[in-house]
């Protein structure tokens, strides 16, 4: 997060993201006797308890960030349980998590994660980026996940059911539903992710590896999707690849790029000018930058915009009539990454790249960027932190429990 660079630091910033987190609309949870906060069945802003560390980190070097690598000084945690639910938000200092060995995300994984970015505008301002769409996405891995819903009716459904089936429970070990959740919020700085501009990637394709498939939860952002990937990202280093491209079906339809939306751009078979991706049938994780980058394009009205199936034999069609105009992933982290190589049954099929100007990522990197860093006055995309705490009542704002 480019916004961490001013914000991390200041306690009022640390503030808005729990906001947007804890707007009282829709975090309620199963509870029936909560001990902690006003409202038994809600966590709030209102009830937030902030723990200032003590000793701040010595801050990174900010022309060397490594995404993953720094973390802010302070997090957000929120515990819930089945028989308290929802218990009272808390900022304070990051500190490491202590598990039970028999904690059933050491198991089954039973976990669930979001990524967003802030930034810092021109202006001094710190933007969001649609941030209503990350939390959507949130509540749906939180239904898929069985952990509890921000909604509250998932959460509900569980402990009612729990109470129905108890007689015939085993030990606590062995039920997979959990007693237990933690939500967390960490934060860090990131540096542009292709500081020197657009660097295009290699990708490694190879049918017999499958990211998910119909009925399975490849939709949703939750970690037991990615784990299986890293053995064949490796796979693909290995092959002097950079990235996977997953294909999926006999016809090897192409769905997504390492852990991004795939979107390709080319003159399609009937002569027109056409950006197609892949559909949300439940086998791709629903971006947030694939959304917005065929809201962008519909806007325009210059091109076909297409969400269908397309294969790898459309694709080396298309490079051998050299219909094929560029082929990019999308995603929060890097926005548009273009794409120059496929290696697809051992043959590279050259993927043309032009120039970032001319390019339409370029032009979709361009476009996003205006709006993130507030180029774009009041775009609603872009949500000011400091507007979003002006939309929580007063008496919630001033509330904060300082120790
Ligand atoms: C997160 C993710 C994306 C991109 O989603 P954004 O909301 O655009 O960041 C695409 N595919 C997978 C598998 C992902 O995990």
């Known amino acids: 997060m480019q916004a961490l660079r001013k914000a991390s630091f200041r306690s009022d910033k640390l503030q808005p993201v729990l906001v947007q987190l804890t707007d009282g609309r829709s975090y309620a949870s199963a509870a029936t006797h909560f001990s902690g906060g006003s409202d038994p069945r809600h966590f709030k802003h209102q009830d937030l308890e902030l723990h200032s560390s003590k000793k701040l980190q010595k801050k990174p070097d900010f022309g060397k ?99 129905r089936r108890g007689p015939q429970l085993g030990p606590a070990e062995s039920r997979q539903q959990p007693y237990e959740a933690l939500l967390y919020v960490i934060t860090g700085p990131v540096g542009p992710y292709f500081p020197t501009g657009l660097k295009p990637v290699s990708l490694l394709a190879d049918p017999q590896h499958v990211r998910s498939w119909p009925g ?109 105009i560029e082929f990019f992933g999308c995603g929060t982290a890097c926005v548009v990454c273009p794409v120059h190589n496929i290696l697809y049954a051992g043959r590279n099929i050259k993927i043309p790249v032009p120039n970032e100007k001319a390019s339409l990522s370029g032009r979709f990197l361009r476009t996003l960027n205006d709006i993130t860093y507030g180029r774009v006055r009041g775009h609603p995309w872009a949500v000011d932190i400091d507007e979003l705490i002006a939309t929580v009542p007063v008496s919630e704002r001033i509330a904060v429990k300082s120790r």
Request: net charge neutral; with cysteine.
């Open 65 to 163: 960030l490594i995404f993953g690598r720094h973390f802010s000084d302070h997090m957000l945690d929120v515990a819930w349980s089945e028989s308290h639910g929802w218990g009272v938000p808390r900022i304070g200092p990051i500190r490491n998590i202590e598990l039970h060995p028999a904690a059933k995300v050491l198991h089954y994984a039973l976990e669930l994660f979001e990524g967003m970015k802030a930034y810092y505008g021109d202006d001094g301002k710190v933007r969001l980026f649609r941030p209503d769409q990350n939390m959507e996405r949130m509540q749906t891995s939180a239904k898929r996940t069985s952990l509890p819903d921000f909604d509250g009716k998932r959460a509900h459904a569980l402990h009612r059911s729990a109470h």
């Open 216 to 324: 399975g939860a490849g939709a949703y952002k939750m970690g037991s999707n990615y784990a299986p990937t890293i053995h064949v990202q490796k796979e693909a280093e290995k092959q002097g690849c950079q990235q996977v491209l997953w294909l999926h079906g006999d016809d090897h339809q192409v769905t997504e790029v390492g852990t991004m939306n795939v979107m390709v751009f080319w003159i399609n078979e009937n002569g027109e000018k056409e950006l197609v991706t892949a559909p949300l049938d439940g086998l791709i994780l629903p971006g947030v930058t694939r959304n917005s980058l065929l809201a962008l394009s519909r806007e325009w009205g210059e091109f076909k915009v297409s969400e269908r199936n397309f294969t790898m034999g459309d694709i080396e069609k298309a490079v051998e009539q050299k219909r094929l």
